[in-house]
Nanobody, 125 residues
Framework: QVQLVESGGGLVQAGGSLRLSCAAS????????MGWFRQAPGKEREFVTA????????YYPDSVKGRFTISRDNGKNMVYLQMTSLKPEDTAAYYC??????????????????WGQGTQVTVSS
């Protein structure tokens, strides 16, 4: 089993920055492909970004490209999401996810096996 705990959410003004953290524990977490998703009230959960187990490969959709950066510290079993130039439309609960196995990055909800409880990010205009 893998346990994921997100932290770092909060209230920030538009244009501001936040860094989310995801602490992973359990079996061999340091090599697992990881991702971040978000879900706004009344909307479906959507992909934000992903990183391979090694950290060498990342992927961003256009909605966050150039503003968000995913990184990982495998020695500490941590994954981070640095968010800059935040917009009100970034307001959502942000979830960390891990995939049981794989060598690249993954962008679909069904690709992931483990999920955290989420951390709320609210961006005011």
């Amino acid at each position: 089993q893998v346990q994921l705990v997100e932290s770092g959410g909060g209230l920030v003004q538009a244009g501001g920055s936040l860094r989310l953290s995801c602490a992973a524990s359990g079996r061999a977490v340091s090599t697992l492909p990881m991702g971040w998703f978000r879900q706004a009230p009344g909307k479906e959960r959507e992909f934000v970004t992903a990183i391979s187990g090694s950290g060498d490969n990342t992927y961003y959709p256009d909605s966050v490209k150039g503003r968000f950066t995913i990184s990982r510290d495998n020695g500490k079993n941590m994954v981070y999401l640095q968010m800059t130039s935040l917009k009100p439309e970034d307001t959502a609960a942000y979830y960390c996810a891990a995939r049981r196995r794989g060598s690249g990055y993954y962008t679909l909800i069904r690709d992931y096996d483990y999920w955290g409880q989420g951390t709320q990010v609210t961006v005011s205009s």
